[in-house]
């Protein structure tokens, strides 16, 4: 299995509503992030977890609650999130040294 | 911070012309890395650089490190319809670190 696995692939929330992104890899990678990417821009660095503790929060707002269960599970939690939040979420696996394998995103648009 | 950027940032091309897009970095780099997105998906991996003055190719993808390792360039030979897409650079100071910081990205068009 060589692929990163997202769900949902599309996600219509309330400002109000909270919500989960999951995402899923088997390829025994131990760093996996979460990355955020507005049209037309680069990917953007939001968490990093090695070895399924957090080592990288790049001062994301509250609202985003990041979670690693175990080695091939990441979830990023939603809670109150603004318009402006809106994006692709990526979330990436990678062995130590390697490039990132990227899974499909989840398209969330806040409402 | 660290700062990454990319020229140019759109290209249009004839189908079978050369493309190359350009990557600097405000401060030397440990190594770098080179992603394709096509358009509607997400980022693929294409090669990572390690080494000063380091060439991979790819088939018809050559891949460069700048001896001072602040720079990097992708150039594809022959461009197809294929090609479309956006090319991002991607640059690590730390060895250590996790922390890639990607380019604003070069999106090509290839006209048929």
């Known amino acids: 299995d060589t692929e990163v696995t997202q769900t949902p692939k599309h996600l219509v929330m309330g400002m109000t509503n909270k919500k989960s992104l999951k995402c899923e890899q088997h390829?025994?990678?131990?760093?996996m992030y979460w990355y955020k990417q507005k049209a037309k821009k680069p990917p953007e660095l939001m968490f990093v977890y090695s070895y399924e503790k957090l080592s990288i929060n790049e001062s994301v707002p509250s609202r985003f609650s990041p979670e690693c269960p175990n080695s091939s599970l990441l979830n990023l939690h939603l809670h109150a999130l603004q318009p402006e939040d809106s994006a692709l979420y990526l979330c990436a696996s990678s062995r130590a040294g390697n490039g990132y394998t990227f899974g499909s995103g989840t398209r969330l648009t806040v409402v | 911070g660290q700062q990454v950027m990319q020229i140019p940032q759109y290209q249009h091309v004839q189908e079978g012309e050369d493309f190359t897009t350009y990557c600097n970095s405000s401060t030397t780099l440990s190594n770098i890395q080179w992603y394709k997105q096509r358009p509607g998906g997400h980022p693929v991996f294409l090669i990572q650089?390690?080494?000063?003055?380091e060439v991979k190719k790819q088939k018809r993808l050559t891949f460069q490190f700048g001896e001072a390792k602040k720079n990097s360039s992708l150039h594809i030979t022959a461009t197809q319809t294929t090609d479309v897409g956006t090319y991002f650079c991607?640059?690590?100071?730390?060895?250590?670190?996790?922390?890639?910081?990607f380019g604003p990205g070069t999106r090509l068009s290839v006209l048929p």
């Open positions: 390829m025994g990678h131990r760093a």
């Open positions: 650089l390690v080494k000063s003055g």
């Open positions: 991607a640059g690590r100071r730390n060895p250590y670190g996790q922390n890639f910081v």
